[in-house]
């Protein structure tokens, strides 16, 4: 137990900090304090040094001896080749739902459609949690854990993004593209279902890529 305690400490410690990324807790830009952090987890700051480390190997945190830590910013090129790749991982996840979903998969999936519909208009960050639910819901719903697992390790990358879009997981549109996925899953039309969940990436992809060059041009002025 005295050897087991330090690394489940170390565990949590990144467990929370990457959960705060990509939740948008903690958001692209922002300067991350080892001591702040240390005193807001409740840990020492060994084990957010070390958090902060593997962050950055993952491409989510910026390092640099003797400037300290913040969250990444996406380039316009990461973006573009995230969300391409995300819309080939979902696409390919709705074909396979649609094969292999059970009753009760699909009784799931609806469950966290309906769930993001039912969310307050003005509360941005649920909306933001239960959007990812449908889409982990969705991808889940293939059963192929290889899909699965690549789908969450380019998602926590994508929350870099996520700001741009938040106003946007309740839109019309977006609700009316999410209830598309889920009739073609429910009809048993593989290729109905990848079209669907790829045209909503794509739309995804194009409005964030216009608003994160939106805010570069803000800031260059």
């Given amino acids: 137990m005295q050897i ?5 400490v170390r565990e949590a410690t990144y467990e929370k900090l990457k959960r705060a990324l990509i939740e948008g807790v903690l958001n692209p ?23 902060l480390m593997r962050l950055a190997q993952e491409g989510l945190v910026e390092l ?19 969300y391409e790749v995300r819309a ?11 094969e292999r979903a059970t009753e009760a998969d699909l009784d799931a999936l609806i469950t966290a459609e309906e769930a993001l519909r039912r969310l307050p208009r003005t509360d941005l960050a649920a909306q933001t949690r239960a959007d990812a639910r449908f889409h982990a819901r969705l991808v889940a719903t293939s059963k192929n854990r290889e899909l699965e697992r690549l789908f969450h390790q380019l998602d926590a990358k ?3 993004a996520r700001r ?16 598309a996925i889920v009739a073609a899953i429910r009809d048993r039309d593989p290729e109905r279902a990848a ?18 060059a939106g805010s570069k041009k803000g800031v260059a002025r």
Wanted: cysteine-free; hydrophobic content about 45%.
């Fill in 4 to 8: 087991a305690r330090p690394l489940l």
């Fill in 164 to 179: 741009f879009s938040s106003d946007e997981n309740q839109s019309p549109k977006t609700l009316a593209e999410h209830r």
């Fill in 195 to 212: 079209a669907a969940a790829r045209d909503h990436i794509e739309r995804f992809k194009a409005l964030v890529a216009a608003r994160l």
């Fill in 158 to 160: 994508l929350a870099l």
């Fill in 64 to 82: 640099q001896p003797g400037r300290g830590a913040w969250v990444r910013e996406l380039t316009p090129e990461e973006v573009r080749e995230v």
């Fill in 29 to 51: 830009g922002e300067r991350l304090s080892e001591i702040e952090l240390a005193e807001r987890l409740g840990v020492s700051r060994t084990p957010v040094r070390e958090a």
């Fill in 88 to 98: 080939a991982l979902e696409a390919e996840a709705a074909r396979l739902a649609a």
